[in-house]
């Protein structure tokens, strides 16, 4: 086991390091040229070499991708060329607010997708479940921008229940929560729905039922239990999921996270921002997956780890 | 919906006489306005910041030595009390207002002017705007990062401070009303460093007291103001992060006093179709256009026929319903509300047959085929496809690249990349309201180099020397003629057609019930979206 979590450690590390430097060369072959960029429409040609030389921008590529790393390895981010802010606190003052949002659609989708597949489970090849079914399909497959909108509209400017976007309270949560977390109910809906079809085709369930236990009872002790289990172990895979989809569910509800940083850094080439960004969300994804491996095996023993 | 439209030379004149009528002086103090933005504010130091969110911000939390009367493009000043010009029209003498304080409480010197316009020189500061100041003696040496500050600013006293041009250069006024000359405190600076832009010390109306990443930003009423009553509101709250559609959305709510990104192009009709909306919605010029740059060094635009036949083939009226008529037509390079703009002109009209036969007689019969370079956020690709028919019927074929903002800029800044560029999104939009400023950088032989933003590799050497006589007619008595010489080299420019002008964008300020003021602050042609300073809460009646 511990053999194992070494290799993997090493094995994370190396990805991280690959993913520095494919984004560092994708944003070097970029044909926008950030210090015209910074100097603007006025600047003479010899104001843009002055800054492209204080940046160090005409530096040979592996001397700029070298300084970068040994700067980040020492936590050093860089300063962003636009705001000129430190990159690292541009990040740190928006990372709560992404992971709180994270949060909050993991416990929507768990509810929600569980629920539904539990039902649909139950109810197999019913009408409730086909129903139930539609209704997966459809949040798997419909945009979240739309989704989105769709509920500000509803519930925010026609039923006044939530506010129209923003950030601060528990109310602010709600709605980019349920977008954030819908398509993810989706598919934990379908997971659950055949985890639990398997489980209830299993001897030991039908061995309650010869011993004449209650079927309430065999559902919520026996079939759901360790129906879960898999799915449970899937949450830390999300992860990549969601960094993707905060982009566009942060930028609908202005809410202030590190997806609408992402998304305005691109627009402006910014690239110490769009590096650091892109670093944080590899290394959240990579610590998904990680945790993904190590967290199945401890609550569902089946699973074993090589 | 309420028409605002002021027309070169006249409207000049005329907003000139009207000057007073913008200030309310009775409107009651108090209140507080809502502005909503998508994107973060980059940044509030007066040196870095230039795009059209932070400007007016900033224009609200510093002041230079000269600004503008509200609502108008009529210089003023500002902190200076008094500028006197010498004879040779080199030599400004500026003295200050007694009793200007920056918001840190420390009053405002004279040698607080000459850090001021240093730091935003000092290549350190990597400014967008230092070249701006090039005609103040020593800049050259200076911006290189020799020497010892720009030996062309002498402080004479505590108050005043005299600037040396090293050439006579009449934009100079309007130079010292741009943001970059924005006066700052020299200690706040320091003890900031990169971080000012996000801790400001100004000296404007307004001071900055939250910032809140992503969420948004507050500014309250500066006590020590050095105009008596104002600004009107005690707080203007900007709200970040709000799409377009999300903030029209708390408008009609009557959560947001002014969307700050404008009315998004989908609700457009939407809201011109509803009376009660589209009485709350300002219309105004805007020194803006948008052309179509034909690449004056790649065959066969090389070919001056070539690119009149250009010229004639674009349906511009259709390309103006395209975006729900949000632009008038263009046939020169100057916006209609910008000094200089020659009324009687009437430009290459759409004439495709004359077009064609043109085409012909310079040898290109069958057509030919070409690019067209566009920024890929609509509705632009949708114009260039506009433009694509148009030139297809005279026989051109033009492939569309429809690339990323920065992309099509770089392929621009190519002398042998991009034959034609449709430069909606990029468009030329005036720093300040002198028709100077519409040839240096996009027509003349100085943007005509790699990196620059003469996309139409345009060099006219005898038109290039007739703008520096223009700009070297110094004095109000030498106005008139100076406005006449620019306005002759811009029909000039047109006979050389490297440009196919399209149309002038207009501006739809849409706002609450619950602010008011004279409807030229809504539409102001140097604070936009709204001037933040002279607008007044209803609620404060």
Redesign the interface.
């Known amino acids: 086991m511990q053999a194992y979590l070494v290799r993997r450690l090493f094995e994370s590390a190396l990805i991280l390091l690959g993913i520095t430097l494919v984004t560092f060369i994708l944003l070097y072959l970029?044909?926008?040229?950030p210090a015209?960029?910074?100097?603007?429409?006025?600047?003479?040609?010899?104001?843009?070499q002055?800054?492209r030389d204080?940046l160090g921008l005409n530096d040979p590529f592996f001397i700029q991708y070298w300084r970068y790393l040994t700067a980040l390895l020492q936590g050093d981010m860089g300063?962003s060329y636009?705001?000129?802010?430190e990159v690292s606190e541009?990040i740190a003052?928006?990372l709560p607010?992404s992971l709180l949002l994270m949060l909050a659609a993991i416990v929507t989708e768990l509810i929600f997708g569980l629920t539904i597949g539990i039902v649909a489970a139950l109810r197999r090849n019913r009408p409730a479940d086909h129903g139930l079914m539609i209704f997966s399909f459809v949040s798997i497959s419909a945009p979240q921008f739309v989704i989105g909108?769709l509920l500000?509209?509803v519930f925010?400017?026609k039923l006044?229940w939530f506010p129209?976007?923003?950030?601060?309270t528990f109310s602010h949560v709600v709605l980019p929560a349920i977008t954030l977390g819908f398509l993810g109910a989706g598919w934990y809906s379908r997971m659950m729905r055949s985890s639990m079809i398997d489980v209830l085709g299993q001897d030991f369930v039908r061995t309650a039922q010869a011993k004449g236990l209650a079927k309430g009872r065999i559902i919520l002790r026996h079939v759901i239990p360790n129906a879960i289990l898999p799915i449970i172990a899937m949450i830390g895979i999300d992860i990549g999921l969601f960094m993707s989809g905060i982009v566009v569910v942060?930028?609908?509800?202005?809410?202030?996270?590190i997806g609408?940083?992402a998304w305005?850094a691109i627009?402006?080439?910014d690239i110490p921002v769009i590096m650091g960004v892109t670093m944080v969300s590899a290394t959240a994804i990579v610590l998904g997956n990680l945790l993904a491996d190590f967290v199945a095996p401890m609550i569902d023993p089946r699973i074993k780890t090589k | 919906m309420k028409k605002l439209l002021l027309t070169g030379v006249a409207g000049l004149a005329l907003t000139a006489h009207m000057a007073s009528a913008q200030v309310n002086e009775d409107a009651p103090m108090g209140g507080t306005m809502v502005v909503t933005y998508?994107?973060?504010v980059?940044?509030l130091?007066p040196a870095?910041g230039?795009d059209w969110q932070n400007w007016s911000m900033i224009k609200s939390l510093f002041d230079g030595l000269m600004g503008y009367e509200p609502g108008t493009t009529t210089l003023r000043n500002e902190l200076a009390s008094d500028v006197a010009i010498s004879e040779d029209g080199t030599v400004y003498t500026f003295t200050l207002k007694d009793n200007i304080k920056f918001h840190n409480g420390r009053e405002i010197t004279a040698s607080d002017v000459k850090y001021s316009l240093e730091r935003v020189t000092n290549?350190?500061t990597?400014s967008?705007?230092?070249?701006?100041f090039?005609m103040i003696d020593g800049f050259d040496i200076w911006?290189?990062?020799e020497g010892e500050g720009l030996s062309g600013i002498k402080v004479i006293d505590d108050k005043i401070v005299e600037i040396t041009l090293s050439r006579p250069d009449a934009t100079f006024g309007h130079v010292m009303a741009l943001n970059f000359a924005s006066i700052v405190p020299q200690e706040a600076v320091e003890a900031s460093g990169?971080?000012f832009?996000?801790e400001p010390v100004g000296s404007g109306a307004f001071k900055l007291t939250e910032w809140?990443?992503?969420?948004r930003v507050v500014f309250e009423r500066f006590e020590e103001y050095h105009r008596e009553n104002l600004p009107k509101l005690d707080q203007v709250t900007f709200?970040?992060?709000?799409?377009p559609?999300?903030a029209l959305?708390?408008l009609?709510?009557g959560?947001a006093d002014v969307p700050g990104d404008g009315i998004p192009p989908a609700q457009f009709l939407q809201v011109m179709n509803d009376p009660a909306q589209a009485d709350n919605v300002i219309e105004g010029g805007q020194l803006h256009t948008g052309y179509i740059t034909l690449n004056t060094q790649m065959a066969p635009f090389d070919n001056v026929a070539v690119r009149k036949a250009v010229n004639m083939a674009i349906n511009k009226e259709r390309i103006v319903r395209i975006i729900n008529g949000r632009a008038v037509p263009a046939n020169q390079p100057l916006p209609p509300s910008m000094p200089g703009y020659a009324d009687d002109y009437e430009g290459y009209a759409f004439d495709p047959e004359a077009a064609r036969e043109m085409l012909a007689e310079a040898g290109f019969a069958d057509g030919f085929t070409t690019e067209l370079y566009v920024m890929n956020v609509d509705p632009n690709p949708r114009i260039a496809q506009a433009i694509q028919q148009d030139l297809s019927e005279i026989g051109i074929n033009a492939e569309i690249r429809s690339l990323?903002?920065?992309?099509v800029?770089?392929?621009g800044?190519e002398a042998d990349q991009a034959p034609m560029i449709w430069s909606g999104g990029m468009a030329w939009i005036a720093?300040f309201p002198d028709p100077s400023n519409f040839y240096g950088?996009i027509l003349g032989c100085?943007g005509a180099?790699?990196?620059?933003?003469n996309w139409s590799w345009y060099c006219n050497e005898e038109l290039d020397a007739r703008a520096a006589e223009a700009d070297a007619m110094t004095g109000a008595e030498n106005e008139d003629a100076r406005i006449e010489a620019w306005k002759s080299i811009y029909l000039d420019v047109m006979e050389d057609a490297p440009w196919v002008p399209v149309f002038n964008e207009q501006r739809f300020t849409l706002t609450s019930d619950s602010i008011a003021g004279d409807d030229s602050l809504f539409v102001d042609p140097v604070h936009i979206p709204v001037n933040y300073d002279y607008i007044y809460s209803k609620d404060a009646e």
Not at chain 1, 250 to 257: C, D, L, R
Not at chain 2, 212 to 215: D, I, R, T
């Open positions: 970029v044909p926008a040229d015209r960029q910074i100097a603007g429409r006025s600047a003479t040609a010899e104001t843009v002055n800054i204080q300063r636009l705001q000129r802010a541009l003052s928006r607010a909108i500000l509209y925010a400017v006044g129209i976007g923003g950030y601060g942060e930028s609908v509800f202005g809410w202030p996270g609408q940083l305005q627009q402006r080439v | 998508k994107d973060d980059a940044t130091d870095i230039y290549p350190e990597r967008p705007g230092a070249g701006f090039g911006n290189a990062g990169e971080d832009g996000r809140s990443p992503g969420q709200e970040i992060g709000l799409e559609t999300v959305l708390r009609q709510q959560q990323a903002q920065a992309n800029i770089a392929a800044g720093d950088p100085a180099v790699q990196g620059g933003w």
